[in-house]
């Protein structure tokens, strides 16, 4: 095993809040269903909030082959030791993990919800490349303490997407935790916006941020595809993930001050290294951009100032 996970474990238990207690290396649970299992799993880092004993089970995959595999391990070890309702899993996946197995551990995200779990994926450490990950994991400590790396970033980021933005009834909103999350959001604003219905509750809507998809040549407005509500766990079917919708977006931007487009933008770039890029400066996507535009003339309007794309980071 590389050296930054230690580091980081260090690390965060150095910028710790003062309400909060920060340990690391913590089997979920104990040994009787340890032995049973015969497995155990167990988190980097675990952060309690004091007050309420609100736990964070957090897991570092900095270059796994097969970073699903802790995922897995929570979520059956929950089938058979179900975890606190006030427990969440937060995976962060470093951008030394490759797109697709990345991909695969942020859907199965959507499962462990569907099971009952609080559970969540983000970035670790997303501004930096694939091989600068692989460097950083083999230096010392005391040279990675030389390297600059900004930890209380990353722990402002587990915040960030483990905390409810806001709550309704139905459930609570949510900023993203991961690119995959952002990439189904753009998926799910073009499906919808091909039937009347939805274009009807969407109305038309001035647009100055958009977030692209290199792969697909897609486009959504930057608002809608920061957020996503997790519903209620007595709710049916059980507590999962549910993608922004269009009705969801109508309504929470019509009674939410907190559903807040400066504050998704501030986001996707801070927290997820989305990159603000003007459209020509981007020549492999304006054409498709320009399309995009014309097919939703009557959905969107561009800002007067002119628009802005956000784009992923390279390793994505």
Known sequence: MGTLTSYLQQSFAAVCPPQWICQ????????????????????DVLLTRMEDNRRLWIEFEISRADPVANHAKFATGHLFHPVAPTDTFVAMVSPHV????????????????????????????????????????HLDHGTLANE?????????RVFAIAEPVTSTASGRLHFVGDLFEVMMNIRQWNLELSYPDARAAWGKRTVTYFVADPRTKQFAPSKYCAYLTITAQNASPVQMTTLMTVDRYAQLDSTKKLFDGHKARVHLTNHLAMRQQLPHDVPSLLPAFRHWLSIHSQSVSVHPAGPILLVPPDWF
């Open 24 to 43: 690391y290396e913590v089997a979920l649970f104990g040994r009787e269903i340890a032995d049973v299992l015969g497995y155990a799993p167990r988190a």
């Open 98 to 137: 490759n797109r697709g197995r990345r991909n695969l551990a942020a859907a199965t995200i959507t499962l462990m919800r569907s099971i009952g779990m609080d559970a969540f994926q983000t970035t670790l450490l997303p501004h930096l490349t694939p091989q600068d990950i692989k460097r950083l994991n």
């Open 148 to 156: 600059g790396l900004r930890v209380q970033l990353e722990l402002d």
